[in-house]
């Protein structure tokens, strides 16, 4: 059985900093793409970044050079590095696996953590 657990969410100011985990059991995670999406509330989910297994990036242009995507294989986990937090940026963040190489569509993933909640005050 395939968990994606998320963590590091919260409550912070804008320009603040806060780092997101996402650890995957029940899967090689190695051989895995991992994504970051979030979604706020009426909005539709947002793919934000995704590390490949062998080790490509790829980020929105909405998060680029603020975000930073990273995998630890060795403790299965992953995590999304978030910089200069904007109020825009308050959503709840669910990390996602997929067991082919880059995607962006929420379609693409087959696995879904249950998200955690980011909110960014002005």
């Known amino acids: 059985q395939v968990q994606l657990i998320e963590s590091g969410g919260g409550l912070l100011q804008a320009g603040g900093s806060l780092r997101l985990s996402c650890a995957a059991s029940g899967l090689i995670f190695s051989r895995y793409t991992m994504a970051w999406f979030r979604q706020a509330p009426g909005n539709k989910r947002e793919w934000l970044a995704a590390?490949?297994?062998?080790?490509?990036?790829y980020y929105a242009d909405s998060v680029k050079g603020r975000f930073t995507i990273s995998r630890d294989n060795a403790k299965n986990t992953m995590y999304l590095q978030m910089n200069s937090l904007k109020p825009e940026d308050t959503a709840v963040y669910y990390c996602?696996?997929?067991?082919?190489?880059?995607?962006?569509?929420?379609?693409?993933?087959?696995?879904w953590g249950q998200g955690t909640q980011v909110t960014v005050s002005s």
């Open positions: 590390l490949t297994w062998i080790g490509n990036e």
């Open positions: 996602a696996a997929r067991s082919g190489g880059y995607g962006m569509r929420v379609s693409d993933y087959e696995y």
